[in-house]
């Protein structure tokens, strides 16, 4: 078990330019998520993938992200035109099934829009 | 869909104190509650979990309370010690959705 690994580890990236993060699940994990988190808040559902199929989508996602998981392995997370307000640290997290089972968390992605 | 209050926002005890953060849920449908433990700059980690069928789950200092009448569910840190010191979150998932949503988290301060 390698855990879930998340790429990059920071981004600093001008207003309005657009970014793309990676996340590797753990390889028997069939479910991958994405949370964000700002500081002094829990971590806020984005997103959800089962296999490759995206099951849910949060309202507060904005037309400008969008997710993918072409092969049910690894995930991206592209934000287009990036705001000041995208600043954040996004978390993708990953998870057995059936049933409910814990989330294995990545070290996450720290964003900062400038 | 579900929310999840948690408090309180900040907890400091003395080492070798005990520990009680309490969440409640909106979702009467949630049947799995885990709990994370995120230190300063590291990820999120499961330290215990409950699912609807039991009322209480025990792991050492560690345990768990769930009140599914009220909708409430505790974690309860027995003999503190400065490595406890964190963020600690709660979280609910509703079944058959598998999203878990998190409370804003309780950050316990363990003074030695």
């Known amino acids: 078990d390698t855990g879930v690994s998340q790429d990059p580890r920071h981004k600093i990236t001008k207003r309005g330019q657009n970014v793309t993060f990676r996340c590797d699940p753990i390889?028997?994990?069939?479910?991958l998520y994405w949370y964000r988190q700002t500081l002094g808040q829990g971590p806020e559902f984005l997103t959800y993938f089962q296999n490759e199929a995206q099951l849910e989508k949060s309202r507060l996602l904005s037309d400008r992200f969008s997710a993918e998981r072409p092969k049910g392995s690894f995930s991206t997370l592209e934000i287009q035109r990036t705001e000041q307000g995208d600043s954040a640290m996004y978390l993708c997290a990953s998870s057995l099934t059936p049933l409910n089972s814990p989330l294995h968390f990545g070290n996450g992605t720290r964003l900062t829009v400038t | 869909g579900e929310n999840v209050e948690q408090h309180p926002s900040t907890l400091s005890v003395q080492e070798g104190d005990s520990a009680v953060i309490k969440c409640t849920y909106s979702?009467?449908?949630?049947?799995?509650f885990p709990w994370y433990k995120q230190e300063l700059g590291k990820r999120p980690q499961l330290i215990i979990d409950?699912?609807?069928?039991?009322g209480e789950k025990k792991d050492q200092r560690i345990a768990v309370t769930l009140n599914k009448t009220a909708k409430h569910f505790s974690l309860h840190i027995t003999e503190t010690q400065p490595e406890d010191s964190a963020v600690y979150f709660c979280?609910?998932?509703?079944?058959?959705?598998?999203?878990?949503?998190f409370g804003r988290g309780t950050s316990l301060i363990v003074h030695p």
């Open positions: 979280a609910a998932v509703p079944g058959g959705s598998y999203i878990p949503t």
């Open positions: 979702d009467s449908a949630s049947n799995y």
């Open positions: 409950i699912r609807s069928n039991v």
């Open positions: 390889s028997e994990h069939n479910r």
